[in-house]
């Protein structure tokens, strides 16, 4: 069992950068793969990033790539998401999720524990 709280969303101005934080409980974390999605307001969730346990290969959606940079501390049982270049479409709310499975995937359904979100905001 492994349980995500993010945080390090907000409000921030297009152009600028957020680093989202993902705390995760569990002896096992290192084993995982974890991703990043997103859902923008009326639209369905979505694929950020990802990186696999090892933090030796990393997978982003290309609305992310150049952008963002998706990362990892196995020691201390933390994801994060440096986000750079901001811009009014990256608004959503963010989730970290992690999947036991070995492949840096952008489905959704084969992760297998999700984090609550975090509301990123991006003004114009």
């Known amino acids: 069992q492994v349980q995500l709280v993010e945080s390090g969303g907000g409000l921030v101005q297009a152009g600028g950068s957020l680093r989202l934080s993902c705390a995760a409980s569990?002896?096992?974390?290192?084993?995982?793969?974890m991703g990043w999605f997103r859902q923008p307001p009326g639209k369905e969730r979505e694929f950020v990033a990802a990186?696999?346990?090892?933090?030796?290969?990393?997978r982003y959606a290309d609305s992310a790539k150049g952008r963002f940079t998706i990362s990892r501390d196995n020691a201390k049982n933390m994801v994060y998401l440096q986000m750079n270049s901001l811009k009014p479409e990256d608004t959503a709310v963010y989730y970290c999720a992690a999947s036991k499975g070995s492949i840096l995937t952008s489905i959704s359904r084969r992760y297998d524990y999700w984090g609550q979100g975090t509301q990123v905001t991006v003004s114009s």
């Open positions: 569990g002896r096992t974390f290192g084993s995982y793969v």
């Open positions: 990186i696999s346990w090892s933090a030796g290969s990393t």
